[in-house]
């Protein structure tokens, strides 16, 4: 048995008519650190709605901790887009992130516990954000937000971290500081994450997959100019962080083989 | 007034009645103003029209027929918007004119003279009988019980009901007893302020809790006072005045929510301006 986090095996999403993706494959094994790239509309967030079993997959299979995937299991921790949230409901830091610890179904007259309390308070020292507990989440900067939600995510205890965009409206400094916790995070979890952020995300993850409705991806980055260039349509200045380094070619370099 | 109102039991029916539809508008109006559903209750209520009509064409007590079609409403405007078949603002357009439509049809079709419906659409909340006080109290009981003991998911569903999804929580549930809570909702005001002025008693003491508080308990309670004080005045002015209760419970909403924006908006300008110096 493989140790696999995630295995998608020719998976294709389709909204209506279009596709969003098309025959992906993709393997991530337990303690990875994965970084996605890939143009807009390109299917990135699809691909981690796929994975949470948010959308409705038309083909293929998906398997998380080597079980298909539905809504509802426990282990995946989610960090949404930071656009597509609200940033003016009246609640606040510790009141969101212990939403996560809400239970699968639903109780009538539902309370937290004590434990979740106190583990929610616990994940958010740790994010680095305990001097803020009872800010009203409207009064959070950009970075603080992306921090809260990544607090929201940790307190369903998850052993796989999916991230979209998480350094999107984020100012420099504090993409600093979502990179190093995420770095220690993936100590401890299988991290996914999804971003535009090509120069950041080339020192931080561990291995790069690109995606254009299409991907497939086996643990070793296989990455050359012709990969890059097809899937953004135009070069692109690429550093690829595998092992060992290895930097792409200046556009309109002769191959030399 | 207040003589009158120990001496006569339909002001103290339309007093109960008031206080009661503040406390749902307070609790649901907080709701669907952060989750931006204010124009699915206004269809809502406008498709609550066909059945006031149905209940005059066949005889029975027009606001069982509204409250019917309040439901049937909600659970089709819930249903459509789920299966992503069309833009939920589309569906509510449709559905509220063809209420209305149904209204006026089941009305023509009636034989002899036509009734006056003005009381359902703009409201008298001096006309609430006993029967009607009844069934307002069941409603609002059922709206306020569901908030309640529901309470912590609602809070999660107002801000990431996609993140609930994931958690396994069933937010398919929580999104159709919502709607079923806001046709509940649009029934319990209908008798207070009629079918087409329940959007501004959904939204003005919600919006007027949200600009001085910013918990989401405190803006409940903000609201339901809010409520109740603008139905009790309205009530007042309506009672002195002859005017129709539903009008002047909405004017004096709006008003109030003109005042405390322009008030706060005075204030942290001065705030501002003395930084500034």
Known sequence: MSNAAVRMDNVSVYYGQTPALTDVCLEVQSGEYLGIIGPNGGGKSTLLKAILGLVKISGGSVEVFGRPVKSGISGIGYVPQFADMDKNTPISVREVVLTGRLRPGINPFFRFSKEDEEFSCSLIDKVGLSHLKNRRIRELSGGEYQRMLI?????????????????ASVD??????????LEELNKSMTIILVTHDLLAISSHVHRLACLNRTLVYHGEPEFNEDVVNGLYGCPVDLIAHGVPHRVLREHGEDVKE | MIRALFKYSFLQNALLSGILASIVCGIIGVIIVEKKLVMMSGGIAHTSYGGVGLGYLLGFEPIIGAFAFAVCAALGIGYIKRKGGAHSDLIIGLFWSAGMALGILFIAMMPGYPPDLSSYLFGNILSVTRANLHLISVLTFIVLFAVVCLYNYWKAYIFDSEFMTILGVRTGFLEYLLLFLVAITVVVLIRVVGIVLVIALLT????????????????????????????IAGLFISYELEIASGASIVVLSAMCYAAVYAAQNILSRRKTGKCVK
């Open chain 1, 151 to 167: 607090a929201r995510a940790l307190a369903t205890n998850p052993g796989l971290l999916l991230l979209d965009e998480p350094t």
């Open chain 1, 172 to 181: 420099a400094a504090a993409r600093v500081q979502i990179y190093e916790l």
């Open chain 2, 204 to 231: 003005a003491p919600a919006a007027t809790a949200g600009l001085l508080t910013s918990g989401l308990r405190s803006r409940i309670v903000y609201s339901v006072l809010f409520g109740a004080f603008f139905c």
